[in-house]
């Protein structure tokens, strides 16, 4: 699929699919090192991304739908992921203003612009155990993609393959950033849920372009 | 799990219309988005405050609000903190034209919120000031972390704060004074069971039943490392040694003892827990010239406590004994 | 057992030691034998007020000494009335030379601890009466019963009958108004969880984690039903239908609406049951015009909650609304 | 042994030694249709009877150990159980007023003066499942014991039995006095602590004297 404006909601359809299928996983994860509220909060912010899609005009480019879904995450997620992913968007939104269609630097643009939004905010390093190294190797993941010509499904699947194994890299790390500072030494050999949520956006926007 | 709720999904908002029922004298709430405030808000000159975070540690926040304390508080879901619409909007209902301050304790999730909300209520033209309690002794505050929690001094932190904007401090005299009690205060927690939030439906975390967990957080975060359980004595031990090491307390100080029960335990323990804390303070020299015994900042149905000291001096001693009326904490009027 | 305390025989000493030390400017104890009064008994020429009881129900009734309510407290072991000794120390000790109160809760041992107390009080000459508290609706009031227990209404009574003694009331008309009280308030309680006492170890009774017991007694005492876990508002319809079906409950009143959380019940769950009991009595015409939302009369660590209805009228409730300065329920000064 | 002081003496150590023995039984009894501390309850009281019986005089008769018995359980027991036992003891001691050694016709006195004393202030009445349906029968078979002729210590063991046997009675009763009173129907099957508590302390009184 062309990366246009159906695109952009057929994400967001999946994305809300990902999360409700994925509520309990979440809730463990951040059960285990932080509050156990991140799976809810994820799938309370989608269930009103899906809600609200139907508000936007037909012809919603990818960006409109991006700034949708960064007003929507903002006011309904709360907690530490609620600011993250809403700025997020935000900044994605605004890295493809007025494009119809995304070519594979767009996508490369788009995810730049979304990580820099979170360290903006959370002023996370990659290595922090936090959603940073969920996206970091996503962003060079699609970059290396887009030098090697791939195109704009493919520079997506690259993304999502990386944050996937981001996601499991934090694993073995010590938190530095968010509740799961907290434990020290304790984190170790747990999984960081925003990252592993991450994994799942990625994941539904590549299968979005499949 | 076993709760005294109906759907999960509700349980704030039902919570909240409950409260404001019971306590019409002092306060009103707002549900879309969700926001509690002084019964008579805005007060028309007076520098407003707002605080708020995750549910699911009531009293805290909208216990503390009425006259001489918050003017308004901010829900969010439990142990979640609020988006910043309601923040903005409890901002704007308080604002009596003299600025408002905004009591966040340090989680990622609530400064985000409350920066969000802040810049959104200055962009409306209202003067808002932050200050953020960090008092948990638990967690190293360093680089490497998300620096020290907010927990239970944050109650001082209001009810001091609360009393100076009410004898009508300018919103820089107000900070200031919520600055320093957050700097002169230090708490630390013990958990002896975890708590069930309504929407995860297990518990926080899992303990056994001859363990505790100490230096606990009030989300049901784990804490600094876990133990087997210990006489009350040997634990008020293990959690006011680092309190007081920490700065600033001294030989000849008067202090604050709050003894904070985190919902679950009885008050016969918390006075237990008392009287062995007050002996080891008054043994370093220290003097307790108040105190405060309670359920204040609590995690749900959480057996265990936390034990904070407030350094006083003059100020703050007259800020503490000012009047006060608010559903959790009410003297003077 | 997991608990904050030292030895399980300990325990009333230390928490009533504690409780002291944190409110020194309230009241001060005896410890042979163990009572607790007014930091300023006697007060010459005043009605005295004396409660007692098990341990285990704390603020029950230490919390409630001070300046409008109780002049002193008998705490018993947890769960055990106390002996006549210090129930006849406390009397002498608060005796002001205008009589003393009784306040009883019926249960067979204090009851009869209270009688020989005030026998022996008798004896050396000071007056005193007894006003037994039965608000408890779960029990069958019969010949072939130990009759009603006295549960959570007995703060109001004890609130109540103390506004009447500290305005200046005589022995006869505060005995007068405690009775009144006692008439004209009910309640019933649920529990959601068992409560364990420390010289016992073991749970004081057993329950499914998907069971709740109907009715429940405020030492552990299995109630009326044992019923599967409902809906707060369905828990909340089986306690409040017996209450104002009783007596003397009927469209118009003004009434007092007190939630007692037994000890383990957060807050956040309790004014999810004060919403729905606000409702059902507002629909059957009565006016909430009072309210009272906490943990008052408690069973340890149990989780459930009471519900009491107290029918006002303007004596009532001018008394309800003097000023009070106890530890545990405060306002006025 | 001879029914005089130094048996009243080892009546009490001996149910000191019982109390103690018994008192998780009897908190669990309790447990079971009370608040469960009867067992605490009375072995606190027997303690404390134990450590004031050096304070009597060589030559107190058993009225005087009676009476030091009952002021020490009234000032110590608590609950529904310290004055009801205290009373029945100073009953006890007053019926035997005086005299030195006790023969059948005094144990008789001394029972039903302290049953009488127990439904004086209890107002129980025999089939209400409370300790006078142990007491009660422990009177009557102590009263029969008498009139057959039996030695003072024979009076004593048929009282004992009596009181087993009462105690055991209870166990279908419904309740009508005391907490189990709450329970109706729920009390069936479980036996009155305080009438197992009475059947140990006539056990104590006929192993003192055999
Ligand atoms: N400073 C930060 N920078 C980047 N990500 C962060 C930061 N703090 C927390 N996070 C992410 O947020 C996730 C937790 O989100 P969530 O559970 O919804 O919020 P909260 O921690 O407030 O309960 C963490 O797993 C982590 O990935
Ligand atoms: N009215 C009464 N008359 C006779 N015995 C009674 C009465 N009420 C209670 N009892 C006895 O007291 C026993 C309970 O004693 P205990 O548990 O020590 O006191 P409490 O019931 O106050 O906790 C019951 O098992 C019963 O035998
Ligand atoms: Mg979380
Ligand atoms: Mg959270
Ligand atoms: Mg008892
Ligand atoms: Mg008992």
Known sequence: ?210 | MKKLINDPKDVVPESVTGFVAAHGDLVRAEFDPIFIVRADAPVAGKVAIVSGGGSGHEPLHAGFVGYGMLDGAVPGPVFTSPTPDPILAATKAVDGGAGVLHIVKNYTGDVLNFETAADLAAAEGIEVRSVITDDDVAVKDSLYTAGRRGVAGTVLVEKIAGAAAQRGDDLDAVTAVATKVNAQVRTMGVALTACTVPHAGEPSFDIADDEIEIGIGIHGEPGRERIKLEPADSIVDRIIEPILDDLPFKSGDDVLLLINGMGGTPLIELYIAYKHAAEVIEERGMHITRSLVGNFTTSLEMQGFSLSVLKLDDELTELWDAPVQTAALRWGR
Chains 1, 4 share one sequence.
């Open chain 1, 1 to 210: 699929m062309a990366l246009n404006g159906d695109w952009a909601r057929a994400w967001m359809t999946g994305a809300h699919e990902s999360m409700t299928a994925h509520r309990s996983q979440l809730i463990s994860l951040d059960r285990d090192i932080g509050d156990g509220d991140h799976g809810e909060n994820m799938s309370r912010g989608f269930d009103a991304v899906a809600a609200k899609l139907g508000d936007l005009p037909a012809d919603a480019n990818p960006a409109d739908v991006l700034k949708l879904v960064a007003t929507t995450l903002i006011s309904t997620v709360g907690g530490a992921a609620g600011p993250l992913y809403g700025t997020a968007f935000l900044k994605a939104s605004g890295a493809v203003a007025g494009q119809d269609e995304l070519d594979g630097g767009a996508v490369v643009a788009l995810l730049t612009a979304a990580r820099d939004g979170i360290v903006l905010r959370g002023k996370a390093e990659p290595g922090d155990k936090t959603m940073i190294d969920a996206w970091t190797p996503a962003v060079d993941a699609a970059d290396a993609a887009v030098s090697e010509g791939a195109d704009p499904s493919a520079v997506l699947e690259a993304a999502a393959s990386a944050a996937e194994a981001g996601a499991e890299s934090t694993e073995p790390l010590v938190a530095h950033k968010g509740r799961a500072s907290y434990l020290g030494d304790r984190a170790i050999g747990h999984r960081d849920p925003g990252a592993q949520s991450t994994a799942y956006l990625l994941r539904a926007a590549a299968e979005a372009a499949a």
